[in-house]
């Protein structure tokens, strides 16, 4: 495995992964405790606007999700917080809108959209270094926000309405909270692609849960699975020839899988000793 990594794809490939893992890591936390998977979700299709704006107008497609990303992310948590539109209605609606633009945008660009499937599911090993520089960039934005919001964004995972009480702005947490989702998906969009990004938010946050209640050290768990799963699923996926993107999600969905199992097994034994 390690000579492969004279090519300059792997290393690149590697980096990808070990960025993702931080922002993943991180805001997936904030994602599970807080339990807004679907809307992470909604976020990430909703960038695939974005990626088709990409490509008719000739400008790099990771930036169109990232725009198209960020806005989604406000208009879901202002839709969500200052109308009486349900919340899930209003995920459906963005999930779809995001998509159909993408599709007619990609239609009305000139010619073959090039490496449009690894925007949908994935390519690490296609990751250029210019991709590279915009992923570390975000996950320093991402690592300085929650320095900066830690005690609050506790509340507002945790007791928001106390927050509310106190007078902290909740709703403006709320919507810095869903943009950094966004970023999150930017990240995550070339190495898992925006159709697997909600299992990188997940898979590391659920495993790490398991070990620990504290959000910190659930923080650093997540980000050390993601690195795992990275880096075993780049090597599976190098070994046997296959999407590399599936296969990290592939493993870390079994390990995840695995874990819940044992876990559940001994609390039957617990439970058979103590009858």
Not at 56 to 61: A, C, D, G, I, R
Not at 137 to 147: E, F, G, K, T
Not at 172 to 183: D, I, R, S
Request: glycine residues 10%.
């Amino acid at each position: 495995m390690f000579d492969a990594f004279q090519f300059e794809f792997m290393r690149n490939a590697l980096v990808a992964g070990l960025l993702a893992s931080v922002a993943c890591g991180i805001v997936g936390v904030y994602v599970v405790v807080k339990k807004i998977v679907s809307m992470s979700g909604s976020i990430a299709h909703a960038s695939f606007g974005g990626i088709g704006l990409g490509y008719l107008l000739k400008f790099n497609p990771v930036l169109g999700a990232m725009l198209f990303a960020l806005l989604s992310a406000l208009t879901m948590g202002l839709v969500a917080r200052r109308t009486k539109l349900p919340e899930d209605t209003a995920i459906g609606i963005l999930w779809a809108l995001g998509m159909a633009l993408g599709v007619i945008f990609i239609g009305l660009s000139a010619g073959y959209a090039p490496d449009l499937m690894s925007y949908l599911f994935g390519n690490i090993l296609t990751v250029p270094a210019s991709d590279i520089y915009l992923m570390a960039a975000l996950d320093v934005i991402i690592v300085a926000l929650v320095i900066a919001f830690y005690k609050e964004f506790l509340l507002l995972s945790f007791d928001e309405e106390f927050g509310t009480v106190v007078g902290m702005p909740v709703d403006g947490l709320y919507l810095l909270l869903l943009c950094m989702v966004a970023l999150t998906v930017v990240v995550l969009i070339r190495v898992v692609g925006m159709i697997l990004v909600i299992a990188m938010l997940t898979f590391p946050a659920a495993l790490a849960r398991q070990f620990t209640h504290d959000i910190r050290k659930m923080m650093l768990l997540a980000v050390v699975f993601g690195m795992l799963f990275t880096f075993g699923g780049l090597w599976i996926s190098y070994a046997l020839n296959l999407a590399s993107g599936a296969t990290i999600i592939l493993l870390s969905g079994l390990i995840l899988l695995l874990s819940y199992g044992i876990a559940g097994l001994r609390n039957r034994l617990a439970r058979g000793n103590a009858g």
